[in-house]
């Protein structure tokens, strides 16, 4: 298996009855550190040190609801008004996103309607722009910053 890409970030760490632990800077509290989760914790300090992205308008794991059915994304990042400007959505790093894991988000995007996609599994990452008047996306080959993504979404 590869090794996750995002830099260690130095997460902070506890062990409990075996288990990891990181203590999640969005949700103010150590959550168990699974092989996604990890990447999720990374992803989230990758988007606030490089990116730029406030801390407070990140959201993680949230309810929505997608075509009827209850679903939980796993990361959403917001404009300054409140709305969604990025969703996420990670898998460990030995889950290859294949084509279910974009249709997986695409689902998700029709609740949510933001203009900037993300699936990642800390090893590779894609990240596209949505066009909704066509229905298309476009793939990015650089990660604009939070202010260019506010600028251009």
């Given at each position: ?6 830099p260690?970030?130095s ?8 288990r990891?632990y990181?203590?999640d800077i969005v ?15 990374r992803?989230v300090h990758?988007l606030i040190?490089?990116k730029?992205?406030?801390?407070g308008?990140i959201?993680?794991e949230?309810?929505?609801r ?5 679903r939980?994304?796993?990361l959403?990042?917001h404009d300054?008004?409140?709305?969604p400007?990025?969703?996420?959505e ?7 996103p294949d084509?279910?894991?974009?249709d ?5 995007n029709t609740t949510c309607r ?6 990642t ?11 909704f008047s066509?229905k298309s996306?476009?793939y990015?080959t650089?990660f ?10």
């Amino acid at each position: 298996m590869e090794k996750i890409r995002f830099p260690d970030y130095s997460l902070q760490k506890q062990y409990k009855n075996g288990r990891i632990y990181g203590f999640d800077i969005v949700r103010k509290k150590f959550v168990l550190l699974t092989p996604e989760e990890e990447v999720r914790q990374r992803l989230v300090h990758f988007l606030i040190q490089e990116k730029g992205v406030p801390r407070g308008l990140i959201s993680l794991e949230k309810t929505i609801r997608v075509l009827g059915l209850t679903r939980r994304y796993d990361l959403v990042v917001h404009d300054r008004k409140g709305n969604p400007l990025l969703i996420a959505e990670c898998k460990a790093p030995g889950i290859v996103p294949d084509q279910s894991v974009f249709d997986q988000v695409a689902r998700y995007n029709t609740t949510c309607r933001v203009p900037y996609v993300l699936v990642t599994n800390g090893v590779v990452l894609y990240l596209c722009v949505v066009d909704f008047s066509d229905k298309s996306w476009r793939y990015l080959t650089e990660f604009p910053s939070y202010q260019e993504m506010t600028c251009s979404g």
